[in-house]
């Protein structure tokens, strides 16, 4: 069936409207969660018991981070993991949501190494 010209610029430019709402949507979900992303990290520098390395690395995550809850969520896992903080503990348990199962086993994960980090430190250890 061959289509008119009128006909092929209507839906063109249906196609164009239809790409931009997504477009603007998904917009909107990344602005979303990097907001909640940053005010997930100044809850942490609310802490008074931060040591000058972890307040370092926080503040290197609020101004590089621009990407999602979950890829910030995996980088406070690696930084608990590394560091052993309790800092970071108490922060990822409030992060973690029940109904995310992935990131609580990832969490569980970065318990493990830690504690087994702790009692073989001469050993480096990575989230694989």
């Given at each position: 069936m061959s289509?008119?010209?009128?006909?092929?610029?209507?839906?063109?430019?249906?196609?164009?409207?239809?790409?931009?709402?997504?477009?603007?949507?998904?917009?909107?979900?990344?602005?979303?969660?990097?907001q909640e992303t940053k005010k997930f990290l100044m809850t942490?520098?609310?802490?008074?018991?931060?040591?000058?390395?972890?307040?370092?690395?926080?503040?290197l995550l609020k101004r590089t981070l621009r990407l999602?809850?979950?890829?910030?969520?995996?980088?406070?896992?690696?930084?608990y993991a590394i560091n052993d903080s309790k800092t970071y503990l108490d922060a990822l348990e409030k992060y973690a949501s029940k109904n995310d199962?992935?990131?609580i086993l990832l969490l569980e994960k970065a318990k493990e190494i830690?504690?087994?980090d702790r009692e073989q430190p001469s050993?480096?250890?990575m989230i694989s």
């Open positions: 289509e008119t010209l009128p006909q092929l610029r209507v839906n063109a430019n249906s196609s164009i409207t239809d790409y931009r709402k997504k477009a603007n949507a998904f917009l909107i979900l990344m602005e979303n969660a990097r942490l520098t609310d802490r008074a018991n931060l040591t000058l390395r972890e307040e370092a690395e926080i503040k999602n809850d979950s890829f910030n969520a995996l980088i406070l896992i690696s930084l199962k992935k990131f830690a504690k087994r050993t480096n250890s």
